[in-house]
């Protein structure tokens, strides 16, 4: 599967965004999704997954209640919606994609990058 991010932009503190990671190459219910972020001189870090359905989420405590992650399998699209943004939220935002409920993540996107100004 081929993962395409899109949607990142400049933003400034309090504002929205919503990401978008559109999925070719394969069905997008075989897999479960996610999305992480990397800061300048920073480690990726996870934020939120779903599982197949969509019926279950995960997030990261630092984006739970402000950060909503979906599907839609008929799209092969996986959104975050982003709200409240802060100035720590700036990062370039990855999704990802993997076939089993756990281990590592297989397939990558490309990279959107988000800005929250102060």
């Known amino acids: 599967v081929q993962l395409q991010a899109s949607g990142g932009g400049l933003v400034q503190a309090g504002g929205s965004l919503r990401l978008s990671c559109a999925a070719s190459?394969?069905?997008?219910?075989?897999?479960?999704m996610a999305w992480f972020r990397q800061a300048p001189g920073q480690g990726r870090q996870f934020v939120s997954h779903?599982?197949?359905?969509?019926?279950?989420?995960y997030y990261a405590d630092s984006v739970k209640g402000r950060f909503t992650i979906s599907r839609d399998n008929a799209k092969n699209t996986v959104y975050l919606q982003m709200n409240s943004l802060k100035p720590e939220d700036t990062a370039v935002y990855y999704c990802?994609?993997?076939?089993?409920?756990?281990?590592?993540?297989?397939?990558w996107g490309q990279g959107t990058q988000v800005t929250v100004s102060s």
């Open positions: 779903i599982t197949w359905s969509g019926g279950l989420q």
């Open positions: 990802a994609a993997r076939v089993a409920r756990m281990g590592s993540w297989d397939y």
């Open positions: 190459g394969d069905i997008l219910s075989r897999y479960y």
